[in-house]
Every structure is written in C-alpha cells, then in structure tokens.
C-alpha cells in the first residue's frame, strides 16, 4: 500500500474542503453500469447464443415449414409472417431470457446489493444492467428488418413507426418481466426453467408461430390480451401497413396496460437481496 | 496533523459522561434512540412479532473521529451500521449523517459518504479494474482507477478475473470501492476479517493514514485488537444495546486489573497481608491458584511481592496483568448478559401477571 499516493490525496482534501464536487449524472451512472454489464455479456458464451443465434436459427426452421406448407391461407406473405415472428424471438431470447439470468446472477453474488450502496438508483440499477442487451436486441431487429425484408423480397416496413412502437414496447414488458421472472429463481439454471411459462405463452399464442387470424374468433380475441399480443400485432401492422386506427389503438393500448403492469410487478416483487 | 492536539480535543468531548459527545455542531453522526425489528414472517403470533436487532441505541460521532461498534455475533452491529449507511429505515428513532436522513435524503447522503459491507458484491467475471472502473463512473469525484488500487495493494492483481481472487483481496477491492469517491464519512464493516496478519496491518495503516487526514469513520468489528489499535472511541454493543461506551482508554480502567499465582503449599489466602489494605477489591481461588482484582495494580502488586520476599517463598504461574479490552469486553458482555436475563424474567413475570 502507498502511503505516498494517501498523502497526496490527504493534501488534495484538505485543499477541497467545503467547495461542491461535480456530482455524476443518471446518464454517466447508466452509461458506466452499462459497460460493465456489455463486458460481462461478451463473457457469457450461454447469453450470447441465446442472443445472436437462437433467433435466427428459430426464423431459418420457421422459414421451411411456412414455404413447406405454403402458409395455410392467411393471406399473409412469408415475409410478412417470418419477419414480426423473428423481432419476438429477439425480444424473448436475446431480451427476456438473458435478462432474467443477469437479473438472478447479479442478485446472488450481492451484485446488486453493493450497487445500491451507491449513488445509482434504484430504477437506474435495472435499466444499467439491462442496456447492453436491450440495445443489441434493438440493433438486432433493425438489421433483421432490413436484411430480412431484402432477402424476402418484400421491401421495407410500410408503417415503421408502428413496427417501433411495438418493439419498444415489447423491449419495457420484457425487461420489467425479466426482472419479475427473477424474483422466483435462485440461481442462473433456474433462471431458465422460470422463463419458460411466458415463453411457451407467447410463442404459441401472441401470433409468433400460428397468426392470430387463424384462430377462432372467440380464442383469437383472448390470446389478443396476453402480454406480448399487441407487440406482434403492432410489429405485424407495422411491417404491412394495413390496419385501422381503432384496430391500432386497441393493441397500443393492451400492449401500455401490460407495460404498466410489469412495471408495478417489478416495484411489489423485484428481490434486491437473496432470500437466506 | 499533530496526534497529541487531536486527542486532546477529543478527550475534551469525552467527559460528559455516556458514550462522550463533543459540541453538537460538530457531530457527523447523531443517532438517537435508534430501533430496529425485522418483520417476522411465521405462521405463531410470536414468530410474526419479528425479531428486534436493535434496542434503542444513542451514540455520537465528530468529525474526524473514528468510533468502532464492538460486539458478538448478533449483537446488532451490521444492522446498527446499515441504518446509518441509509440502507434501511429504522424502526423508531433517529438518525443524522452530515446533518441529514441518510435513508430519506439518501441522494444528497451517498455522494459525501463510502461504505464497506460485510459482503462485497462483485461480478466473478469482471476483474478489479473494471470494477473500479464501473464505480468510478457512479461516484462523485471518483478518484482514478490505478491510484485506488495501488493504495489497497492490488495493483498486481488488477487484470485477475475477480472469481480469482482470494477472499481477502475481495476485501481489499471492496475497500478500494469504498474509498473512491474520497468520502467524509466511511462505513467499514469487519473491513479486515478473513484478511492474514500482513493484510490487516496493511489494512489497518490505511485507515490510520484516511483518519489523520480528516475522515470520520465509523468501524464494526469483533476483533478486540482491530478497536484498540485504531478507535478513538468505541460503544460495545450487547443484543441490541450499548453496553459501554466512552473512549477506549476510559472503557478500559473502568476494568479492574488482575494479579495471579499459586499459593505454596502449607500457606492460605489467610496468610496474605490484609487484601484491602493492598488495594485488592475481589479475589477468587481455584484449588491453589489465587486471582485478585484491584484498581490500583501497582501498590497491590508491591505488597504481594514484599510479602512473598519476607517468607522466602516462590509465587509459581505469578502474572501481573493490567486490564485489556478484552477482559472490559469479556466482562461487560458477562454483567449485560446478566442483567439481560433479570429484565427477561422481569419481562415474563409481568406478561404472566
């Protein structure tokens, strides 16, 4: 230990006194929070599979089978029904699956108990840990959108700010379930058994697999309620640009519901600590 | 600084008695009647009334100053220290840190003060730079990465993942965290255990060097040595309560010092020169083996001496021992302990009548 450089830091102090430090700012806290977590990620060989070709690879089989059947009736091109089911597989593997292990790994090794030791906040702490991977979802489903639609032939969205609407609200449901789905595991393996339930729900019935339109009336309009329905449905519309407006608000509005939700959910059960 | 001057201006507040509060104004710390329960979460009406960890605690800290909270596993230190760090809300009471509510007024609290757990948390898979690093990025006027890291002495450990690291370079690290914003204020929790001899003397240098330049530290710990070494004042806490307070020196001669040795055979306690006249205040005797207690150790000591001279005879196992914080600690938890248990009776006698 240097008993040089104290002293220096001794001088520097009594020199300080009294005159106000340069307080840091949430953006700075974000950004330093944030690269540590993008270090961490590019450690994680599991995280990054689920990230980057899990994904993909779902879209490449999904692909076969809607050219294989010749995409029973729906009048949907396969473009038009790949692409959205690609933008859901991103935000449910590369976001909330990956999340909900960070969110449990971070909990159980006091990760984030020393963090809040600090001048972070709390609502800072969950969006830090979560902005490497929700900005490489992000740039992810830009590229699937833009590649997807050049390789398909089908141009780009034709209502884009929908197609964005959606998958930024898709990005807050899934993050804030993350951190819910976090609070019922104890360690990173079960991390991904407690996924599966929203996952299984989502990719059978919010129009990832099988478009809603396909279903029975009655059915369909239930499944439109589940929590990530209105962000495909959004997606979708986005990307075909037909649709009414009553039909859009409806599904902004169950799709901010949700938001408001998961939100809530995070503030009543999100676990700080570990249970002991 | 000049030690001699600080000390002085410290034993100044110290003689008003309790745990020694200098002028009001200059206190970093006020706690007052500070409580503290967790909730209870059984199914029994006893197991849901919670346990209550702290008990109405009092105690001040002035600037400068480093005041150590002293006591055995579950005495209530950590959870004594985790409301001033504004960690949690106390139950009842009140507690002031710079002259504000370190859990309301937190965000004016946290840029001005640095804190040690008891358990640092750090990503296994980052190493301490990035660490560092990372923190550097939350904390107001962090000082840099490498300086921070020279002074706890992990420089050569800077680029080791930190699952690699051994449990006290985890301390050091987290030390280093706690000292990167050059706070006015630093927590430290047990900052040296699991620490090997050379590290916590490393350690305990480093926080020597922080208080002469002027930060107030508040230290737990259950090493006796750790508080005598480096408190200039301490409070010894007992399930929840202060069982002593004031400075260490002061806690210390409220202790009796101690003088033992066996009797030769063929002499009896009898035979000494009259106890109370040597400046003996108590004594015990197992088989041969006599212990006194006295206030005054040097005059009981002489006597015992002179009168072992004039008989001619060997005093075996002789050992002359000034009273230590360890035996005031020993001895206040035995007496708290005590009394603990007629105010438990008290208690239950009342609940049943």
């Not at chain 1, 909990?107 to 929700?134: F, M, Q, W, Y």
């Amino acid at each position: 230990m240097s008993t040089a450089v104290l002293d220096a830091d001794a001088i520097e102090r009594e020199e300080g006194r009294g005159e106000v430090r340069a307080e840091t700012g949430a953006g700075a806290r974000l950004l330093a929070l944030g690269r540590a977590e993008l270090t961490l990620l590019g450690r994680n060989k599991t995280a990054l599979y689920m990230m980057l070709v899990i994904p993909v690879m779902l879209a490449i089989a999904m692909k076969q089978t809607l050219v294989g059947t010749n995409s029973p009736g729906m009048g949907l091109s396969v473009a038009a029904a790949l692409l959205p089911a690609t933008l859901g597989y991103v935000l449910l593997f590369g976001i909330y699956s990956n999340m909900t292990g960070a969110y449990v790994a971070r909990r159980e090794e006091l990760v984030l108990k020393r963090l809040r030791t600090g001048e972070l906040r709390d609502l800072e702490i969950l969006a830090g840990t979560a902005l490497p991977a929700v900005v490489l979802g992000l740039a992810q489903c830009v590229l699937l959108v833009l590649l997807g639609g050049m390789v398909l032939k089908d141009g780009l969205p034709k209502a884009p700010h929908l197609l964005i609407a959606g998958v930024l609200i898709g990005a807050v449901v899934v993050v804030a379930f993350a951190a819910v789905s976090s609070a019922l595991a104890r360690t990173t393996e079960a991390a991904q058994l407690v996924v599966l339930p929203l996952m299984m729900l989502s990719l059978g019935g919010s129009g990832m697999v099988v478009p809603l339109d396909a279903l029975p009336d009655l059915l369909g309009s239930l499944l439109e309620l589940l929590p990530l329905s209105p962000v495909m449905a959004l997606i979708r519309v986005g990307w075909t640009g037909g649709a009414g407006t009553g039909e859009i608000l409806k599904h902004l509005a169950v799709g901010l519901v949700w938001a408001g939700i998961a939100v809530f959910a995070v503030q009543r059960w999100f676990r700080w600590e570990p249970r002991r | 600084m000049n030690d001699g001057e600080k000390n002085s201006e410290r034993g100044g507040g110290a003689d008003h008695g309790g745990a020694g509060t200098p002028a009001a104004d200059d206190n970093v710390i006020d706690v007052t009647g500070l409580r503290r329960r967790y909730a209870g979460r059984g199914r029994r009406a006893k197991a849901r009334e919670g346990f209550e960890a702290v008990r109405g605690v009092d105690f001040s800290v002035a600037r400068g100053e480093l005041f150590a909270l002293l006591g055995t596993n579950g005495a209530g230190k950590t959870s004594t220290v985790e409301l001033l760090e504004g960690l949690a809300a106390p139950t009842a009471g009140q507690v002031r840190v710079l002259g504000r509510d370190p859990f309301t007024e937190r965000h004016s609290v946290r840029p001005r003060i640095g804190m040690m757990l008891q358990e640092g948390g750090f990503p296994s898979e980052l190493t301490p730079t990035e660490t560092l690093r990372m923190w550097a990025g939350c904390t107001s006027g962090a000082r840099p990465v490498a300086d921070a890291l020279e002074s706890v002495g992990l420089t050569g450990r800077a680029d080791v993942r930190v699952k690699q690291l051994s449990g006290g370079e985890r301390r050091r690290l987290d030390l280093a965290l706690a000292l990167l914003g050059r706070p006015e204020v630093l927590f430290l929790d047990e900052p040296t255990t699991g620490l090997d001899t050379e590290a916590r003397h490393q350690t305990w240098e480093l926080v020597r060097e922080l208080r002469d330049s002027g930060t107030t530290i508040v230290l737990t710990t259950h090493y006796l040595e750790e508080a005598e070494e480096l408190a200039d004042r301490l409070a010894i806490l007992h399930h929840g309560r202060i069982a002593a307070a004031g400075r260490v020196a002061d806690v210390v001669a409220a202790q009796p010092s101690h003088i033992s040795f066996e009797l030769p055979a063929g002499f009896h306690l009898g035979d000494l020169p009259p106890l109370g006249e040597l400046g003996v205040v108590g004594h015990e005797k197992a088989g041969r083996r006599v212990r006194l207690r006295t206030d005054e150790l040097q005059r009981a000591a002489t006597g015992v001496l002179v009168w072992a001279q004039e008989k001619g005879i060997t005093l075996r196992g002789l050992d002359v021992r000034s009273a230590s914080l360890e035996e005031a600690f020993l001895h206040i938890a035995k007496e708290a302990a005590e009394q603990g248990e007629l105010a438990g009776a008290r208690e239950t006698e009342g609940a049943a009548a």
